[in-house]
C-alpha cells in the first residue's frame, strides 16, 4: 500500500543569523534530553544534552534549552553556518533502571540560506 | 576514540531472504542499541543489549532479532525480509543505558 512520509518541519535561515528549533517531548517523567544532527546519508551526531535538574546548557556556538513546564526544549544555533544544513532531532531518554530507552521527535529540516 | 563502526554499509536483498548486520561499538562502550530509521516512521527503537543481555525491546516482530558478543560488538539479524524492512538500520553505543548514545554510519538495507 502507500506509504505516507513524515512531514518534517522545516526551518530556512540565513547564513549568519541564529537559528532556534523547538521540540515538544511526550514524558513528563523524562529526565534526560539529547539533541542530534543528521546529515544526508549519515547517522544522528551528537551536539549536546541536558539533564532535567538543569533549563539551560551551552555548548560551541549551541544553547539548549529546557522548559519542564510546557515540557518543551529548543535548540539555538549561533551564527548558523552552511555547514549547519541538517535534519536535527530531539530525543528524550525515559523509563527506569534497565528499561531506559531514547524516543526520537521527528526532526525538523535546517536549510542555511547563502 | 575510534567511533561506531558498521558493516556492511550497503546491502541489497530480496524477499523471503534474511541479513545480518554487524556493529562494533565505541572502545569501552557496554551498551548497544539498534534503530530503524525509514521516511515514512521515522527513527525507531529496535532493541538494547547490554553485557550480552537484551535489556530492552521495541515493538518489532520476531523476525528481527540481535546478539552481543563478549567484546561487545553487536549483531542483528532480520529473517524472512519484506519489502517494507527496507531502511536505514542504525546502531548506537553508549557507557550504559541512561548516557548518550553515539551513532554509527547506519547500514542502508534495501528489499526488492
Known amino acids: 500500500g502507500e506509504s505516507v512520509g513524515l512531514h518534517l518541519p522545516t526551518l530556512s535561515v540565513q547564513e549568519g543569523d541564529n537559528s532556534i528549533i523547538n521540540c515538544a517531548y511526550s514524558?513528563?517523567?523524562?529526565?534526560?534530553f539529547i539533541w542530534y544532527k543528521q546529515e544526508s546519508g549519515k547517522g544522528p551526531q551528537f551536539i549536546i544534552d541536558i539533564r532535567s535538574n538543569m533549563d539551560k546548557r551551552q555548548g560551541q556556538r549551541v544553547t539548549v534549552l529546557l522548559n519542564k513546564t510546557v515540557k518543551h526544549l529548543s535548540l539555538q544555533i549561533a551564527a548558523t553556518q552552511p555547514g549547519d544544513s541538517a535534519v536535527y532531532f530531539c530525543a528524550e531518554n525515559m523509563g527506569s533502571g534497565s528499561a531506559r530507552q531514547l524516543t526520537f521527535g521527528s526532526g525538523t529540516q535546517l536549510t542555511v540560506l547563502p | 576514540k575510534a567511533g561506531v563502526t558498521q558493516t556492511p554499509r550497503y546491502l541489497i536483498k530480496t524477499r523471503g531472504q534474511q541479513v545480518t548486520l554487524s556493529c562494533s561499538p565505541i572502545s569501552g562502550h557496554r551498551s548497544v542499541s539498534w534503530y530503524q530509521q525509514t521516511p515514512g516512521q521515522g527513527l525507531q527503537f529496535l532493541f538494547e543489549y547490554f553485557s550480552e543481555t537484551q535489556r530492552n525491546k521495541g515493538n518489532f516482530p520476531g523476525r528481527f532479532s540481535g546478539r552481543q558478543f563478549s567484546n561487545s560488538r553487536s549483531e542483528m539479524n532480520v529473517s524472512t525480509l519484506e519489502l517494507g524492512d527496507s531502511a536505514l538500520y542504525l546502531c548506537?553505543?553508549?557507557?550504559?543505558?541512561?548516557?548518550?548514545?553515539?551513532f554509527g554510519p547506519g547500514t542502508r538495507l534495501l528489499v526488492l
Open positions: 548506537a553505543s553508549s557507557q550504559g543505558s541512561a548516557e548518550t548514545q553515539y
Open positions: 514524558n513528563s517523567a523524562s529526565d534526560y
